[in-house]
């Protein structure tokens, strides 16, 4: 009779050593010091890719005009691919519906926010809508404003009727008649319409207005604003 005693363990350990080659790598989980960090790219959030592409669509609007914006400029400033660009937007025109929508949004924010702030400070309420139209359109420093996007859309309807007839109606709440006596709403009427001047001024160029006489322009209105007779 032979004595098994000594191979046993060898046996063992080839059947231990086939298990182990058996295991496909994958399954074996790299300890956290030697995970591999490259090939792996992570992909862009939907919303983050969209917001990319609209600023992309603002940028070469404000520098370029309206026409410039097309997909593939604004797919390659984005730094996407054109079928990235149209998983969020068709065609041009859905694009450009999209910048505007943005852009109509971001100026009621700053109206709604100039009116709560003045509330807040104890602002009377008479013309509370009509200043904040005037501060909201002739701020220059706000990237919100009418400054940049806005004002190169609304000059794009100046010269486009297709353009006019579809991003006008939206404007038109802005700048509706407060329901006010007649004279009251005709000084605020004034004011909206005279803030749509000193910004369409500065958008053409043709009037190089001193500092000062443009804050006291601007103080007269503010005044004209608050004027209940």
């Known amino acids: 009779m032979k004595d098994s005693s000594v191979k046993a363990p060898a046996r063992a350990t080839r059947r231990g050593t086939k298990a182990a080659d058996a295991v496909p790598p994958a399954a074996v989980a790299p300890r956290g010091d030697t995970a591999p960090t490259t090939g792996t790219r992570r992909k862009k959030a939907p919303v983050q890719v969209r917001a990319q592409l609209l ?14 914006v097309t997909l593939d400029a604004v797919a390659e400033r984005a730094g996407v691919t054109k079928g990235a660009l149209q998983y969020h937007f068709a065609n041009k025109q859905g694009l450009l519906d999209a910048l505007f929508e943005q852009t109509l949004e971001r100026f009621e924010q700053q109206m709604h926010a100039r009116i709560e702030k003045g509330v807040a400070e104890g602002a009377p309420q008479h013309g509370a809508a009509a200043r904040a139209y ?13 400054t940049n996007v806005l004002r190169v859309l609304v000059a794009a309807m100046m010269t486009d009727p297709a353009i006019r007839e579809r991003y006008a109606a939206p404007m038109r709440k802005w700048t509706r008649p407060d329901p006010l006596p007649l004279e009251a709403a005709a000084r605020l009427m004034i004011c909206r319409l005279a803030a749509d001047g000193l910004w369409i001024s500065d958008l053409l160029g043709y009037q190089n207005m001193p500092p000062r006489l443009r804050d006291e322009v601007v ?5 004209l604003a608050l004027a209940k007779r």
Not at 219 to 223: P, V
């Open 219 to 223: 103080r007269q209105l503010e005044q």
């Open 134 to 146: 005037l501060h909201t359109t002739i701020d220059e420093a706000s990237p919100a404003a009418s």
């Open 55 to 68: 600023q992309a669509a603002s940028d070469i609007a404000t520098d370029q005009g309206v026409p410039a």
